[in-house]
C-alpha cells in the first residue's frame, strides 16, 4: 500500500509530522507482515479537512494521531 501524507501548510499546522512519526513507527513494527510505502505531498486541496491522507488512491481526510491507525488496519488485509 502507498500512504501520502500531505504535508501542506494547513495539514502541518493540524499535526501531520505527527501523523507521519506515528506512520513510521507502525511501519517498522509490521514491516515483515505488510508492505507499506510512506510519501509525502504538498496541499491536496482539502486544507480546513486536514490532515489529509491517501491510501493508494483514495484520499480520507480528518486524519489524527488518535484515528490514523484505526484508518489504515481498516485498509489492510490483516
Ligand atoms: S494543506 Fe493539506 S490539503 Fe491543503
Request: aromatic share 4%; net charge negative; proline share 0%.
Amino acid at each position: 500500500m502507498n500512504i501520502t501524507v500531505c504535508i501542506g501548510s494547513g495539514c502541518h499546522v493540524k499535526g501531520s509530522r505527527g501523523i507521519i512519526n506515528i506512520l513510521q513507527g507502525y511501519i517498522a513494527e509490521n514491516e515483515a507482515k505488510i508492505e507499506i510505502k510512506l510519501k509525502a505531498c504538498f496541499c491536496q486541496g482539502h486544507c480546513t479537512e486536514g490532515v489529509v491522507v491517501k491510501f493508494n488512491e483514495e484520499i480520507v481526510t480528518n486524519i489524527t494521531k488518535d484515528n490514523i491507525i484505526d484508518e489504515l488496519e481498516k485498509r489492510l488485509d490483516i
